[in-house]
Every structure is written in structure tokens, then in C-alpha cells.
Nanobody
Framework: QVQLVESGGGSVQPGGSLRLSCAAS????????MRWYRQAPGNKRELVAG????????NYAESVKGRFTISRDYAKNTVFLQMNSLKPEDTAVYYC??????????WGQGTQVTVSS
């Protein structure tokens, strides 16, 4: 069974940092690209960062570029999102995502990130 389990969220002050983790299981981790999305109350779910199966060509939403870094650890079947210089507008539930094929789009349960003074 495919599972994605996010962790590492929490509450921080503006300018702080968090490192999110997504533990993946139930599929061959090394052959799929991985993505992080986020959704704030009242907002659409938006793509934050993506990384290829080879761990190359990371891409980021313009709003987080230069502050967030996506990476993956193949030995641990885990994808990370390092978030630095956090802003209040980064407050959202962050979700890990993998698309195995046209019929199988999997999501984790989400982890809450709150940035406030």
C-alpha cells in the first residue's frame, strides 16, 4: 500500500526555519519524482517544490525560491523540504505528493506549518 507520511511541521517565528520530511513506502521510491504542495485556509492547493526521480532539476514556486530547498534520501525513502527565512504567508498545511500513473495520485495527510509572531 502506498503511503506518504509528512512530519516536521510546527510553529515558528518569522525568519525561522523548519525541515519537513515525507516518508514514502509502497512503491519504488527511486523511479518517481516527488512534490511538495501547500494549502492555506481559503486558498487553492499550490505546488511548492518538485524534484525528479534522479534528484535533479529541483523547481520551486516563485514565492519560495531562494528560501526553500527540496531534496531526497534514497536510502531512507524520504523527501525533505528545508524551509528557511519563513514568512507568515508560508503558513499552510504542507502535503507530500507522488503520481505513479494516470490513475494513482497519492497524498500524505499533511503537516501544519504556522509562522507568526
Amino acid at each position: 500500500q502506498v503511503q506518504l507520511v509528512e512530519s516536521g511541521g510546527g510553529s515558528v517565528q518569522p525568519g525561522g526555519s523548519l525541515r519537513l520530511s515525507c516518508a514514502a513506502s509502497g512503491f519504488t521510491f527511486s523511479v518517481y519524482g516527488m512534490r511538495w504542495y501547500r494549502q492555506a485556509p481559503g486558498n487553492k492547493r499550490e505546488l511548492v517544490a518538485g524534484i525528479t526521480s534522479a534528484g535533479s532539476s529541483p523547481n520551486y514556486a516563485e514565492s519560495v525560491k531562494g528560501r526553500f530547498t527540496i531534496s531526497r534520501d534514497y536510502a531512507k525513502n524520504t523527501v525533505f523540504l528545508q524551509m528557511n527565512s519563513l514568512k507568515p504567508e508560508d503558513t499552510a498545511v504542507y502535503y507530500c505528493n507522488v503520481v505513479l500513473n494516470h490513475a494513482y495520485d497519492y497524498w500524505g495527510q499533511g503537516t501544519q506549518v504556522t509562522v507568526s509572531s
